[in-house]
């Protein structure tokens, strides 16, 4: 199991920035994805960028150029640097570790922390 607490989030004008940061009760090295995900009003939850324990990342196209994930292995923590925000990045944000067994695949959640980016 993983246990994830997100942290960060707040309310930004657009244009600032903001960085969320998740904790992980295991070692990153050990969770084959670590992820962002979000949820806005009204919309499915969407993909926003992931790490897998090799270090690949992937951005989703809405925020490439904008934010960028990062970790930091000694505090088994990753982090989503979010620059330039617009009001459409407002939304709750969620942390992700994805694990891949011999037989299952397991995906585990933080609570969520909310961002808004008023215009």
């Known amino acids: 199991q993983v246990q994830l607490v997100e942290s960060g989030g707040g309310l930004v004008q657009a244009g600032g920035s903001l960085r969320l940061s998740c904790a992980a009760s295991?070692?990153?090295?050990?969770?084959?994805?670590v992820g962002w995900y979000r949820q806005a009003p009204g919309k499915q939850r969407e993909l926003v960028a992931d790490?897998?324990?090799?270090?690949?990342?992937n951005i989703a196209d809405s925020v490439k150029g904008r934010f960028t994930i990062s970790r930091d292995n000694a505090k088994n923590t990753v982090y989503l640097q979010m620059n330039s925000l617009k009001p459409e990045d407002t939304a709750v944000y969620y942390c992700?570790?994805?694990?891949?067994?011999?037989?299952?695949?397991?995906?585990?959640w933080g609570q969520g922390t909310h961002v808004t980016v008023s215009s």
């Open positions: 790490m897998t324990s090799g270090g690949s990342r």
């Open positions: 295991r070692s990153i090295f050990s969770i084959d994805a």
């Open positions: 992700n570790a994805h694990l891949v067994g011999r037989a299952r695949v397991d995906d585990y």
